[in-house]
C-alpha cells in the first residue's frame, strides 16, 4: 500500500479523538512494518507545523482541539470572570483555551478554581471551548510563593507568608525586579533542568508591598485568594453613567423610613419603618434597588458575580460594586431620592404575619442613624436627629420589634451568644487596640426585620414557582450528633440519639449551663456540631434560624445572591424588564455552587489577615502573661484565645509538662496517663506568649495553669485504657495475641518454613 500523506493522517486523529498514541494512529490506519518510520515521521512534521502537540512520550492531540474527555487543569480567571484552563497530557497543557461552564451533572462538592485539576467533558460552543467537570481530581497548591523577601551573606530567598506552605525560594540578583530587604513578594519557580540539586530557585513577579506597611495584613490575604480589587474600565464606566432600568415605582418618599447602621459604614442598602395599627403593626422594610443598576449580562454584573460578595478586612473593604455605586448612586443616602425594592409586612400584637407584598418604589431616608444613637434615644438619652424622631419613628420600631420578639421567642433559633471584636487603626494605620462589639437591642431589631424580609421574599418566590437561590443550614449529621452526646455523657449531661435535632433543645442547654463550669466548653461544642451556610438552589431549610424557607434579600450591595433574588422578584412579580432571564435561571445551580466558594475565600481571607494584625498587635508583649480559654484540642496540643484580644495561640503537646499526654476525643480533652489529669476545652487557663510570627499570624503559648483533676467516673475508664502503657494505633485498640502475617510480604526463607510437609 502507498502510505496516506499528512492531511490523511490529521483527518484521521481529528475524527478519532482519543486515538492519542502512535500505536493506535497506526492501528488504526493499518499501517505496519516499515511503514511505521515513515508514520513517525509524519507526526513529527505535524508538530513542527503545529497541527499536532505532544502530550506524552509517543502521544499527540491536535493543537486547536482538545479530546472530547481529558483531564483540565484550570490556570486562571479571565477579565469576564470565568475560569481558563487547558487539557493536560504527560507533558503538560496542551491545546486551545477551554472556559469552565459547570459541572457534569449534579455537583457532588466544590467546583474547581485555579490550581485544580479535573476530569471534564469538553465540547465546543460558539467557536469556545467548554468544560464540564465530572470529578476533581487533583487540588494543587499555587506554584507560587507570597512571602517575604530577605537578604543574607549567600543572596536572597523569600519565605511564605502561608503557615500551611513549606517551601522557600532562593532568589539570585537577576531575578529580584527591583526588590528589597522585608518586601512583600510573589514569586513563582525559575526552571532549572531535569536534575537539580540544593534549595529551589524562584523568581520575582511582583512586588505588593513592605512589611512595614500598616495594611501589609491584608495585602497578603487579598493576594494569596485572588481577590479581586481592580474595577476593570468598562465596569467604571458604566457605574459612572449609571442610569436605573424604567420601571413604574410606587412613591414612598412620604414614609420616613430611616436607616440604622455601623457608624463608620459608607453603604447603606437597608430602611425601616413601621406603624400601629389597631391589631398589629405595619412594617416597612426598603432595600436598595441594585438590580436597576446592575443589569443582566452588564460589565457590571459579570464583576458582582466574578466578586461574588465584598470582602471586610479590619482596615479596609473589597467591594462587590464600584465606589460609585455601593456608595452613592445605590446606597439609601440621608435626604435623597433612590430606587428601592420594599416589602411591606403586617404583623399581628402576637408577632406573626398576617400578609406582605413586595413594592418596587421611590424613597427618600429621613435619617442616617448609628446603632448606638437609636439605642441612646429609646434608653432615654436623645440627641440630634434620633431625638426628633424618637416619637413618630423610634419607638413605632421598638414597638414592632416587641411584637416579632413573641413569635421569635417562640420559634426558638439557635441562641449562641459569641462575642466579636473589633481591631481599631489610628490615623496612621497602626493598631490602636482591640474592642469588644457591644450587642445592642438596635442590632436585634434590624436583625429580625432583615430575617422577616429574607422569609417573605422566599415565600413569594416559592408562591411564584419562581426560580430562586435560597440562604440554606442544614441539620447537623447523626455522626456529629452523636459525637455531641458522647462529649455530654463526660461531664454527666444527657442527650437523646435518634431524635431530630432541635434548636430549643441546644438553647434549654445553653439557659441551663449558662454562667457555670461548663458553660463555654458545651457552647463551643455546639458550634462545632453545626452545619456550614450556603446557597442553593435546593431547600434545605434553616436549621441556625429555625426557619422552613429563607432566602438572601436584603443586602444587594454587598452579595450577589441578594441581586439574584431581586431580579427573581422583578420577573415573577411584573414589575419590570430587568428581571431573572430564563437562561440565568437555568444555571442558578452553578451560581449557587460559586458563590458559596466567593464567600468561603472571603471569609478565610478575612480571618488569615485578622490573625496577622493580632500578631502584630502582640509582637512587642513577648514573655507576657494572659488568661485564656482552651478553644480546640488535639493530638499535637491546645489552642487557646487569649482574653479580651480574640487572638488564637498554640501550645505543643511536648511542652506542657513531662507527662505523657493521651487525647480523649469523647472528652475533647488532653488527659496525664496515670493521674488522669486533663486539659480540657472551654477551660480558662493562664499562658505566656512565647513566639510571634506576625508574617504568619501564628503565636506561640506556654502552658502556666496545672491541669484539672480528672473528672469522676473517667479516671478508671482512663486507667483501664493505659493498662500496661502500651501506646495505642492509631485508629484501635492497642494490639494483643500474636500477630499475623500476609504470606506475600514474607521473605522467602520464611515462606519455605510455612510450608505444610506430607501428609501422615
Same mark, same amino acid.
Request: hydrophobic share 35%.
Given at each position: ?111 474547581? !478554581? =485555579? ?15 467548554? +468544560? ?91 493576594? +494569596? ?19 436605573? $432600568? ?43 434597588? =441594585? ?55 403586617? #404583623? ?9 407584598? #413586595? ?33 413618630? =419613628? ?58 422577616? !424580609?429574607? =422569609? ?49 433543645? #441546644? ?23 453545626? $452545619? ?18 429563607? +432566602? ?18 422583578? @420577573? ?19 451560581? $449557587? ?11 478565610? +481571607? ?10 502584630? #498587635? ?38 506542657? @509538662? ?103
Amino acid at each position: 500500500m502507498t502510505f496516506p500523506d499528512k492531511q490523511t493522517v490529521l483527518d484521521y486523529i481529528r475524527d478519532n479523538p482519543t486515538a492519542t498514541t502512535k500505536q493506535a494512529i497506526a492501528k488504526g490506519l493499518r499501517v505496519k512494518g516499515e511503514e511505521r518510520n515513515v508514520l513517525r515521521a509524519i507526526l513529527k512534521e505535524l508538530e513542527a507545523d503545529g497541527a499536532l502537540e505532544r502530550t506524552g512520550k509517543r502521544a499527540w492531540a491536535q493543537a486547536d482541539r482538545p479530546p472530547p474527555t481529558g483531564i483540565v487543569e484550570f490556570t486562571r480567571i479571565d477579565k469576564n470572570g470565568d475560569l481558563i484552563g487547558k487539557s493536560v497530557g504527560d507533558n503538560g497543557p496542551f491545546g486551545p483555551d477551554i472556559t469552565y461552564a459547570g459541572p457534569s451533572g449534579k455537583p457532588k462538592g466544590k467546583a474547581p !478554581a =485555579v490550581g485544580d485539576r479535573a476530569l471534564c467533558k469538553i465540547n465546543e460552543h460558539d467557536g469556545e471551548w467548554r +468544560a464540564r467537570a465530572i470529578t476533581i481530581i487533583e487540588k494543587r497548591l499555587s506554584d507560587r510563593l507570597i512571602g517575604l523577601y530577605s537578604t543574607g551573606p549567600r543572596g536572597g530567598k523569600v519565605s511564605p507568608s502561608s503557615r500551611k506552605e513549606r517551601r522557600e525560594f532562593v532568589i539570585q540578583e537577576a531575578d529580584t525586579l527591583g526588590a528589597k530587604d522585608g518586601d512583600l513578594v510573589i514569586a513563582e519557580p525559575k526552571p532549572q533542568g531535569r536534575r537539580h540539586y540544593g534549595p529551589e530557585l524562584g523568581e520575582i513577579t511582583e512586588i505588593i508591598g513592605h512589611i512595614s506597611d500598616p495594611r501589609s495584613a491584608s495585602l497578603l490575604a487579598i493576594h +494569596a485568594h485572588d481577590i479581586p480589587t481592580e474595577f476593570p474600565q468598562a465596569v467604571l464606566d458604566q457605574a459612572g453613567d449609571a442610569v436605573p $432600568a424604567p420601571s413604574e415605582r410606587e412613591d414612598l418618599t412620604q414614609i420616613p423610613l430611616i436607616t440604622i447602621d455601623p457608624h463608620d459604614a459608607r453603604d447603606h442598602d437597608d430602611a425601616v419603618y413601621a406603624e400601629k395599627l389597631d391589631d398589629g403593626w405595619r412594617v416597612i422594610v426598603a432595600i436598595a434597588d =441594585v438590580a436597576a443598576y446592575v443589569t443582566e449580562g452588564s460589565p457590571l454584573d459579570k464583576e458582582a458575580y466574578k466578586r461574588g460578595n465584598s470582602t471586610y478586612f479590619p482596615d479596609r473593604v473589597v467591594p462587590m460594586l464600584p465606589f460609585e455605586l455601593s456608595a452613592d448612586e445605590c446606597s439609601l443616602r440621608e435626604d435623597e431620592p433612590r430606587c428601592t425594592l420594599a416589602v411591606e409586612m403586617i #404583623f399581628g400584637t402576637d408577632g406573626h404575619k398576617r400578609s406582605h407584598r #413586595f413594592i418596587r418604589g421611590m424613597m427618600k431616608s429621613a435619617a442616617k442613624l448609628s446603632y448606638e444613637e437609636a439605642q441612646a434615644a429609646i434608653d432615654g438619652k436623645p440627641g440630634g436627629k434620633a431625638g426628633e424622631l424618637l416619637e413618630p =419613628v423610634l419607638k413605632p420600631l421598638w414597638g414592632a420589634y416587641g411584637a416579632l420578639c413573641k413569635a421569635r421567642d417562640k420559634r426558638a433559633p439557635l441562641d449562641l451568644d459569641l462575642p466579636e471584636r473589633r481591631i481599631k487603626f489610628d490615623d496612621k494605620g497602626e493598631i490602636e487596640g482591640i474592642v469588644t462589639k457591644e450587642r445592642l437591642e438596635a442590632h436585634r431589631l434590624i436583625e429580625e426585620f432583615m430575617i422577616q !424580609a429574607n =422569609v417573605a421574599a422566599a415565600e413569594t418566590l416559592e408562591r411564584q414557582k419562581s426560580p430562586l437561590i435560597y440562604r440554606v443550614h442544614d441539620t447537623p449529621t447523626d455522626a456529629k450528633i452523636a459525637a455531641f452526646a458522647e462529649f455530654l455523657q463526660t461531664i454527666e449531661l444527657k442527650w437523646t440519639i435518634g431524635e431530630r435535632p432541635q434548636t430549643h433543645k #441546644f438553647n434549654k442547654l445553653i439557659g441551663e449551663l449558662k454562667d457555670g463550669e461548663y458553660d463555654q466548653m458545651v457552647t463551643q461544642m455546639i458550634l462545632r456540631t453545626q $452545619a456550614q451556610a450556603i446557597y442553593s438552589e435546593e431547600n434545605l431549610g434553616h436549621f441556625g434560624l429555625n426557619l422552613v424557607r429563607y +432566602a438572601h434579600f436584603t443586602s444587594p450591595i454587598r452579595r450577589y445572591a441578594d441581586l439574584i433574588v431581586h431580579r427573581a422578584l422583578i @420577573s415573577s412579580l411584573k414589575l419590570g424588564p430587568d428581571g431573572l432571564s430564563k437562561e440565568a435561571a437555568s444555571q442558578l445551580e452553578q451560581t $449557587a455552587q460559586h458563590i458559596s466558594d466567593t464567600e468561603r475565600r472571603s471569609m478565610a +481571607a478575612e480571618r488569615e489577615a485578622t490573625d496577622r494584625y493580632l500578631a502584630i #498587635f502582640l509582637k512587642d508583649r513577648v514573655d507576657a502573661e494572659f488568661d485564656g480559654r482552651i478553644t480546640g484540642v488535639t493530638g499535637s496540643g491546645l489552642f487557646v484565645q487569649l482574653a479580651g484580644i480574640g487572638a488564637d495561640g498554640f501550645i505543643p503537646i511536648s511542652s506542657i @509538662s513531662k507527662d505523657y499526654w493521651v487525647l480523649d476525643t469523647a472528652a475533647m480533652a488532653l488527659y496525664a496517663r496515670g493521674s488522669g489529669e486533663t486539659y480540657s476545652l472551654g477551660q480558662i487557663v493562664r499562658v505566656k506568649l512565647k513566639e510571634v510570627t506576625p508574617l504568619k499570624g501564628g503565636l506561640l503559648l506556654e502552658m502556666l495553669s496545672e491541669p484539672m483533676p480528672a473528672p469522676e467516673g473517667r479516671a478508671e475508664q482512663r486507667r483501664a485504657m493505659d493498662i500496661g502503657n502500651v501506646p495505642r494505633r492509631k485508629g484501635g485498640p492497642p494490639r494483643s495475641g500474636k500477630p499475623k502475617f500476609n504470606k506475600k510480604t514474607l521473605p522467602k526463607h520464611k515462606r519455605k518454613s510455612k510450608a505444610k510437609g506430607p501428609k501422615r
